[in-house]
């Protein structure tokens, strides 16, 4: 269902009205996770500004370290909620486990599925039952093979509207935290007609790395990013040292603005 042989054209998936695919570029934007009040609020007015069309920001978070913070859970989804009806932007937040799909689904405009989940086959066809949007991570160590096959999973079970994200991939060095794997882009083009974004921020680990490599994604051809962005990254309580204060994602956008039809 999502080979390029199925369907020629490619496809165009819509959240609340905006478009991911269409040959625009879209930017989704926002914290690692969600924290608190103060930060959602201060985090979401900043992305939104700079022009980011949905805001990401994970309630339930998957941990390498079962001791660290967790995510929020229904009370981060709530945060999410608010965030929204204050800027108007859909959500984008990590569905993990099977008993919480219900209750996120009350909250999220699409369904996030994380690398670490990405072989989840039972997740998969449970969120393949509904009809909201998925966006599915590739794996740090999944072939683009078997995430095409973790699409299937979902689009089997009747929902089309998915969309593929490269987010970087286990190798052998170590000066960042995963090696983006630009190739994915334009290889994932030749096989299928979803749309295919590109998440600079878990590739590279350190916010410095993630402007080139965002702009990488436009010249590879990808339909938009995924980036996280905190109002003050120092204190952020996961992935602080990649995600970008709102001034460095301001200049980024306006950056990306001058080089691609930025939606
Ligand atoms: C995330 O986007 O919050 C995340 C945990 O990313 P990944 O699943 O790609 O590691
Ligand atoms: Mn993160």
Not at 15 to 37: L, R
Not at 207 to 212: E, F, G, H, M, S
């Amino acid at each position: 269902l999502a080979s390029i042989e199925n369907r020629p054209e490619p496809t165009t998936v819509y959240v609340d009205g905006v478009a991911i695919g269409e040959g625009k570029f879209t930017v989704i934007a926002g914290p690692c996770s969600v924290e608190n009040h103060h930060q959602m609020i201060t985090t979401t007015k900043g992305v939104k500004s700079a022009g980011a069309k949905l805001l990401r920001g994970g309630a339930y978070k998957p941990r390498t370290n079962p001791y660290t913070f967790q995510g929020l859970g229904e009370e981060g989804l709530k945060l999410l909620k608010e965030s929204k009806e204050l800027t108007g932007l859909p959500i984008v937040t990590e569905v993990m486990n099977p008993k919480d799909l219900d209750l996120v689904l009350e909250y999220a405009d699409v369904l996030q599925i994380g690398a670490r989940s990405i072989q989840n086959f039972a997740l998969l066809k449970l969120v393949g039952q509904t009809t909201k949007p998925v966006l599915l991570k590739r794996g740090m160590s999944t072939t683009i093979e078997e995430l095409l096959m973790s699409a299937e999973y979902v689009m089997s079970e009747g929902n089309a509207n998915v969309i593929l994200c490269e987010r970087g991939i286990r190798t052998f060095e170590t000066a960042t935290r995963n090696t983006l794997d630009i190739s994915a882009v334009p290889v994932l083009k030749k096989l299928t007609h979803l749309p295919v974004i590109i998440d600079p921020s878990h590739a590279a680990g350190k916010r410095d790395y993630v402007p080139a490599l965002s702009k990488a994604a436009i010249a590879v051809g990808a339909d938009g990013l995924i980036i996280e962005v905190h109002y003050k990254p120092e204190i952020a309580i996961s992935d602080a040292s990649q995600q970008l204060t709102i001034p460095e994602f301001e200049n980024l956008m306006k950056d990306l603005k001058k080089i691609a039809q930025v939606l």
